[in-house]
């Protein structure tokens, strides 16, 4: 009788420390409700309703190391010149999958990995790029985000523009 009893405190014990047990990951969460709306306002080109969801002093790390993180006004700057170039951009809406982690040291970073789509004006390409961005939460501002992506297909197509241009000065490769 003993071991009955003390088989069933023991798997009520245990119970009862799972579900205390904070969760750890998780594909729904204030944070990625968050993320998902700076994408769809990336996508939009609303640059406020962007940086709403950003801590006024946070570090933008998009392919570079954190000792050259922007601003969030040279984020939107680099946006917004960016966005010149290209007639159409945005995230493809079923190619994206978000996650939120919480770090063995309590840091919460939300995950997100998409397919980025954009149609180059100067030569009306239309260019799809993975991306991966994590961005790390603090009392539901994003306070780091770490972006990473290849450019270089479109970088390759505009020095080929580029060189284009000086030998065909009559042409012009890019808007001004």
Known sequence: MKKI???GLAIALSFTACQQQ???YTQQSPEIDTYKKVIEAYDKQDWEAMVSHYADNAKIMNNVVEAEA???GELVDSDKADA???SSWGYVNDQSEYEMTVTDEGKTYTNFWG???GTLIANNKTYTIPTHISA???DGKIVKEFGYWDLSKIMLDVQAMQQQDTLMPDK?????
């Not at 012009?172 to 001004?176: D, G, N, T, V, W």
């Open 172 to 176: 012009k490769a890019l808007p001004e």
């Open 136 to 138: 790390q939460f603090i």
């Open 84 to 86: 010149a170039l290209f």
């Open 115 to 117: 397919l980025w789509k």
């Open 22 to 24: 904070e969760k750890r």
């Open 70 to 72: 922007q601003t969030l």
């Open 5 to 7: 009893l003390f088989l």
